[in-house]
Structure formats: C-alpha cells, structure tokens
Nanobody, 115 residues
C-alpha cells in the first residue's frame, strides 16, 4: 500500500522553527522527486520546495528561500522540510508530494505560526 505519512506540524511562534517529515512506503522513494506544497485558508495550494531524487538539485519559492530547507534520506525513504524563522504567513496545511512514475500526496499537516 502506497503511503506518504506526514508528521512534525504544530503551533510555533514567529521566528521559531519546525521540521516536517514525510515517510514513504509502498513504492521506491529514491526514484521520485519530492516536493512540499502548502495551502492557507481561503487560498489555493502553492508549491514551496523541490528536491530531486539524489538531492543534487533543490528549488524554493521566493517566499521561503533562505528560511526553509528541503532534504531527503533515501535510505529511510523520508523527506524533510526544515522551517526556520517562520512567519505568520507561513500558516497553512503542508503537503508532501512524490513525483515520478506516479504521483503521490501526503494527507497534510497543519502548521500554525502565532504569538
């Protein structure tokens, strides 16, 4: 059974940090690029970051560049999004996506940035 199980969301103060995880099972994770998306209330889902299969290339949305870091551990079939210096506008449901021979989505994890 294909799964992307997300964890690590929660409540954080502005300027704080969170690390999101996305654990894959049921498919060969190392064959898939991995991305993170987010969807804020009342807004469309937006792309946040991408990492290629061997981690040789990463890309970020301008809104998170310099604050967020995407990474992966293919041995653990897990991807990560390290979120530093978070802002209230980072509040959203965050989704991981595996993109390769097929496309798989995680179910989302809530991140709320508030003082």
């Amino acid at each position: 059974q294909v799964q992307l199980v997300q964890s690590g969301g929660g409540l954080v103060q502005p300027g704080g940090s969170l690390r999101l995880s996305c654990a894959a099972s049921g498919f060969t994770f190392s064959m898939y690029d991995m991305s993170w998306y987010r969807q804020a209330p009342g807004k469309e889902r937006e792309w946040v970051a991408l990492i290629t299969t061997t981690s040789d290339n990463t890309n970020y949305a301008d809104s998170v560049k310099g604050r967020f870091t995407i990474s992966r551990d293919n041995a653990k079939s897990t991807g990560y999004l390290q979120m530093n210096n978070v802002k209230p506008e980072d509040t959203a449901v965050y989704y991981c996506k595996a993109d390769g021979p097929s496309i798989f989505w995680g179910r989302g994890t809530q991140v709320t940035v508030t003082s």
